[in-house]
T-cell receptor, first 110, second 115 residues
Framework: AQSVTQLDSQVPVFEEAPVELRCNYS??????LFWYVQYPNQGLQLLLK??????LVKGINGFEAEFNKSQTSFHLRKPSVHISDTAEYFC????????FGAGTTVTVRA | EAGVAQSPRYKIIEKRQSVAFWCNPI?????LYWYQQILGQGPKLLIQ????????DSQLPKDRFSAERLKGVDSTLKIQPAKLEDSAVYLC?????????????FGPGTRLLVL
């Protein structure tokens, strides 16, 4: 069985400030890790994914995430956010089936 | 490339009524998924198809939910009869393969409100 915990349900941040969204997972087998973003009234869109290799993964829109196997974490970061980054962010883990966390709402303020 | 299409976008029904949702995946994608996203939660997989066969329906409430994917392309998800707790967004996704590393592409969802 696998599960995902997103440690922050809401993250308010000012424009041009950095942001970090925390994600921890549990699984008894090797997994793949994903971050998806959901803009208002839209479906989910892949930001980035970790399959193997380098633990630092770069994604779209300036986001990156670091896989830490010993801490079973996959935190998402962006050094400078824009108003347009206001959205819900979901961390997900997959062995053969995708399991999502509850999501983190990011609100970027001017 | 056209994305995943879903209809309707919104639906309001009364409890005990039936409802159906339609999904057209990305052309050529063999795998299709239906998820339920309750407000404040992440999406939960209801059913996964590969072509027109069911791969996983372990979390589908089969006493009231049914899904089919005729000819391995379009899919419909039906709820009969609906309960208040079925109020949610129903997301359809597709991918080119079935491995756990595949990227899933999501449609905009159908927002269902059961009164």
């Amino acid at each position: 069985a696998q599960s995902v915990t997103q440690l922050d349900s809401q993250v308010p941040v000012f424009e041009e400030a950095p942001v970090e969204l925390r994600c921890n997972y549990s699984s008894s087998v090797s997994v793949y890790l994903f971050w998806y973003v959901q803009y208002p009234n839209q479906g989910l869109q892949l930001l980035l994914k970790y399959l193997s290799g380098s633990t630092l993964v770069k994604g779209i829109n300036g986001f990156e995430a670091e896989f830490n196997k010993s801490q079973t974490s996959f935190h998402l970061r962006k050094p400078s956010v824009h108003i347009s980054d206001t959205a819900e962010y979901f961390c997900a883990v997959s062995d053969y089936k995708l399991s999502f966390g509850a999501g983190t709402t990011v609100t970027v303020r001017a | 490339e056209a994305g995943v299409a879903q209809s309707p976008r919104y639906k309001i029904i009364e409890k005990r009524q039936s409802v159906a949702f339609w999904c057209n995946p990305i052309s050529g994608h063999a795998t299709l998924y239906w998820y339920q996203q309750i407000l404040g939660q992440g999406p939960k997989l209801l059913i996964q198809f590969q072509n027109n066969g069911v791969v996983d329906d372990s979390q589908l409430p089969k006493d009231r939910f049914s899904a089919e994917r005729l000819k391995g392309v379009d899919s419909t998800l039906k709820i009969q009869p609906a309960k208040l707790e079925d109020s949610a967004v129903y997301l359809c996704a597709s991918s080119s393969g079935t491995g756990g590393q595949e990227t899933q592409y999501f449609g905009p969802g159908t927002r269902l409100l059961v009164l």
